[in-house]
């Protein structure tokens, strides 16, 4: 069965400071994999996803995330965190390109940003 | 285009009740997936249908649970008789198909009293 790990369940960081939100997966098949981020009271924003290619994808808003079979990784980074990247993000691994349909999420990264 | 539309943003029931959470896709998109949040956990699968048909239902509670895509109007979730244990977010996410990208809504929370 499928499954996504994140480990840190909070993580405060200073504006302007580099940020990785680590995130795992367990899949059986080629997975398709999928970064979010959720603002309070808000849906899930796409921020990035990877399928294939290059292991290193950019995504919106300044965020990039590199892909490693080896380790079954898939990290978020960002060089210089702004205040308004406070969020939760969740990271999510499924069997379509799209994702939309069975993805597993993991149970998210609350961040913390401070001025 | 407006994005996913869910209504009500809120809804408070009693043990017992019924609730309907209705989820309007974007334009031209004819996916729609139902994702349940349980507090301190992440989104969880429930159905995901098309067209007056449902393609997927192997994530959907065996009892009280249903959910329709009618030819005409929104996505209806639909949670009889419900226990606190249904208290969670409840997000609809559409895409025109089932490889492209999925556009989620800003949820239903729903609170069981």
């Known amino acids: 069965a499928q499954s996504v790990t994140q480990p840190d369940i909070h993580i405060t960081v200073s504006e302007g400071a580099s940020l990785e939100l680590r995130c795992n997966y367990s899949y059986g098949a080629t997975p398709y994999l999928f970064w979010y981020v959720q603002s309070p009271g808000q849906g899930l924003q796409l921020l990035l996803k990877?399928?294939?290619?290059?292991?290193l994808v950019q995504g919106i808003k300044g965020f990039e995330a590199e892909f490693k079979r080896s380790q079954s990784s898939f990290n978020l980074r960002k060089p210089s965190v702004h205040w308004s990247d406070a969020a939760e993000y969740f990271c999510a691994v499924g069997p379509f390109t799209g994702g939309g349909n069975k993805l597993t999420f993991g149970t998210g990264t609350q961040l913390k940003v401070e001025l | 285009n407006a994005g996913v539309m869910q209504n009500p943003r809120h809804l408070v029931r009693r043990r017992g009740q019924e609730a309907r959470l209705r989820c309007s896709p974007m334009?031209?998109?004819?996916?729609v997936y139902w994702y349940r949040q349980l507090p301190e956990e992440g989104l969880k699968f429930m159905v995901y249908?098309?067209?007056?048909?449902?393609?997927?239902e192997s994530g959907m509670p065996k009892e009280r649970f249903s959910a329709e895509f009618p030819k005409e109007g929104p996505s209806i979730l639909r949670i009889q008789q419900v226990v606190r244990g249904d208290s969670a977010a409840y997000f609809c996410?559409?895409?025109?198909?089932?490889?492209?990208?999925?556009?989620f809504g800003q949820g239903t929370r729903l609170t069981v009293v």
């Open positions: 990877y399928f294939s290619g290059d292991t």
């Open positions: 334009k031209g998109h004819s996916h």
């Open positions: 996410a559409s895409s025109p198909s089932v490889g492209d990208e999925a556009f």
């Open positions: 249908l098309q067209k007056e048909n449902i393609i997927d």
